[in-house]
């Protein structure tokens, strides 16, 4: 049996489009077995094709093209968006990965625009095996009517700012009603629109997300799928995350139950469960057409067959810049460089005496030198001195790519509950006074937000920080666009090697909560170094990941500790800077 499904994906680089809620209904059932594992992979270019249980072969799509519009050089008085060269370049990119064939059209009228996306509905729409995506990226804007009814619009090039107007912008830009219309003259089975941008609810409904039922039938059935940024009371950056969320989602991240296939419904809540943990200003919402013969289907993208290529890496030992070699024999550096700081603090003015630090700082650094790594000891360093050195040190060798840093810190940690009830974590130096009140320790002392920028601040694509002291991750904040922050990422998953050496990344390994007294005799260090040297490759590859040797420290404390000493770790939350994993290879 062949069917066609017809794409069309509209990611609209907008803030505060109308409310569309006449148009589409949602079912509001959380997604928990999102599609089931009926079918097997088989891939042409620009077909795909699935195999059931039962051997036969089915063609989903015969044709995959995509229509992928930016709108960014404005001239009514609206904002020029420079971000969306980025989302054209980086949207094209991964539906060519899918064996999309793209068009692209920059910067149109609205006239242009309407009589693009009707060409290409009317080119490639008509045949029933084809799929067709349309991306849009630009600005929106929403118009509340006498009656209250509101109702969204996209920005072509030449639309005039409402301000000059409702009667001209409604004249110059095309509303979300149109692209009702737009859905409904489409023959093939599947659509699929996709808004980066924010609406209230005349389309889409507050919801929850979509179950996807059995690929077998689900994708054999009509739907016309919607997925925006956002309500309307929220906004859009330039920089888009959901955007940077909907490439990863294609590329496999979506693909929650690891079947090979990502359904419309599985990418919907991906993003419904990624974006808003790195932007707060974003809630997607994900929904289908009010219309009972076009919302009962899910839209299907095939992912390329699993590589097995991090089982045929083997390491070379004794090269210490990390040098893997292929089964061919081939042999490749994953690190040019490889930089340390290892700072302890044992000899406090005010604070407790640490005598087992300079020891632990020892032993770390012979640990690294051994891995091929060019190590700077700093010990009981005043507040600026401190600040001095890691900023000197992320200059000088945080520049490079391929380098690949850790900062080591041994010494006391701190915690304090300000009045409104924020807990915040310092890193104490030598010099620091113990505190009667905030504003001394934030003066002596340095902030879990500034080791945060220190982090965000590196170029290098792996950095590594191991904080011998008592610091929450929770207290971990990294900046995104626009100033608006989040948690540090603590649900991260095990890694390929190619993958894990390709993707930034930046990990945090602590000695235990802020709650948690470290002893001065803590068995975090001494673990950590007995997994340098081996024992965390808890998979026998040969390779230490970052991963690898925080499970490692964090089992063996709690245990030796009878948990009393609980350590963390994490990596960044930031779309650009917690996808990787650092990588360390078995001393011979």
């Known amino acids: 049996m062949k069917f066609t499904t017809i794409l069309i994906c509209l990611i609209l680089n907008f803030s505060s489009l109308g409310s569309l809620e006449s148009l589409l209904q949602v079912d509001r059932s959380l997604i928990n077995n999102l599609i089931s594992h009926q079918l097997a992979y088989s891939q042409q270019r620009g077909a795909v094709l699935a195999k059931f249980e039962n051997s036969k072969v089915v063609d989903l799509y015969r044709e995959s093209h995509a229509l992928v519009i930016g709108v960014s050089a404005y001239r009514n008085g609206w904002n020029y968006l420079p971000g969306v060269a980025d989302d054209v370049k980086a ?12 068009e692209t059209l920059i910067n149109p009228t609205r006239t242009e625009l309407d009589e693009k996306i009707r060409t290409f509905i009317a080119s490639y729409g008509e045949e029933e095996r084809n799929r067709l995506l349309i ?3 630009g600005h929106g804007h929403t118009v509340t009517l006498n009656d209250k009814r509101r109702i969204g619009y996209i920005v072509p090039v030449d639309a005039p700012h409402p301000s000059h107007g409702e009667g001209p912008f409604k004249a110059g830009a095309i509303s979300m009603n149109q692209f009702k219309v737009y859905a409904e003259q489409i023959v093939s ?3 699929i629109f996709i808004f980066d941008s924010c609406f ?66 599985e990418l919907g809540g991906f993003l419904q469960d990624t974006v808003s943990e790195y932007d707060t200003r974003q809630n997607p919402q994900i929904g289908t057409l009010l219309n009972p013969d076009l919302n009962r289907g899910d839209l299907v993208f095939q992912l390329p067959r699993p590589s097995s290529v991090s089982k045929l890496l083997a390491p070379v030992r004794g090269k210490n810049n990390i040098t893997i070699r292929d089964k061919n024999g081939k042999e490749e550096n994953l690190y040019d460089g490889s930089y340390a700081i290892v700072i302890g603090m044992s000899d406090y003015r005010f604070w407790g005496k640490l005598p087992g630090v300079e020891q632990d700082v020892n032993d770390v650094s012979k640990a690294l030198i ?21 900023r000197i040190f992320i200059s000088k060798h945080g520049k490079a790519l391929r380098n690949r840093l850790v900062i080591y810190f041994a010494g006391h940690g701190h915690s304090i509950t300000t009045s409104d009830g924020r807990s915040l974590k310092y ?88 709650e948690m007294a470290v002893p001065d005799k803590s068995t ?65």
């Open 91 to 102: 949207v094209s990119e991964v539906l060519q990965e899918h064996g999309f064939k793209v």
């Open 524 to 588: 975090f260090t001494p673990y950590f170094i007995r997994g340098l040297k081996g024992e965390s490759d808890l998979d026998g590859d040969g390779f230490i990941t970052g991963q690898e040797l925080c499970i490692f420290v964090t089992s063996k404390v709690a245990t030796d500790s009878r948990n009393a000493q609980l350590p963390q770790y994490g990596k960044i939350r930031h779309p650009n800077l917690d996808r990787g994993d650092i990588l360390f290879v078995v001393p011979k």
């Open 189 to 191: 089975k599947h659509a």
């Open 200 to 265: 209230a609810g005349t389309i889409f409904r507050n919801t929850n997300r979509i179950i996807s039922r059995a690929i077998a039938w689900r994708a054999t059935e009509p739907v016309r799928q919607f997925i925006t940024a956002g309500t309307d009371e929220q906004q859009v950056p330039d920089e888009s995350v959901f955007r940077r969320m909907f490439v990863r989602g294609l590329r496999g991240e979506a693909d929650r139950n690891k079947d090979g296939f990502v359904t419309g419904s």
């Open 370 to 390: 051994e891995h091929g790594f060019q190590v700077e000891v700093e010990l009981n360093l005043t507040r600026a001195e401190l600040d001095e050195k890691i």
């Open 427 to 514: 890193l104490i130096p030598s010099d620091a006074p113990i505190p009667s009140n905030n504003g001394v320790l934030t003066q002596y002392a340095i902030s879990s937000d500034e080791i945060e920028l220190y982090a965000i601040q590196i170029e290098s694509r792996h950095a590594f920080f191991v904080l011998d002291a008592p610091l929450s991750l929770s207290a971990m904040r990294s900046g995104i666009e626009g100033g608006s922050v989040r948690a540090l990422r603590t649900d991260i998953k095990p890694l390929g090697i190619k993958e894990a050496s390709s993707q930034p990344v930046r990990l945090f390994l602590t000695a235990g909560s802020s």
């Open 135 to 137: 991306y849009f990226a």
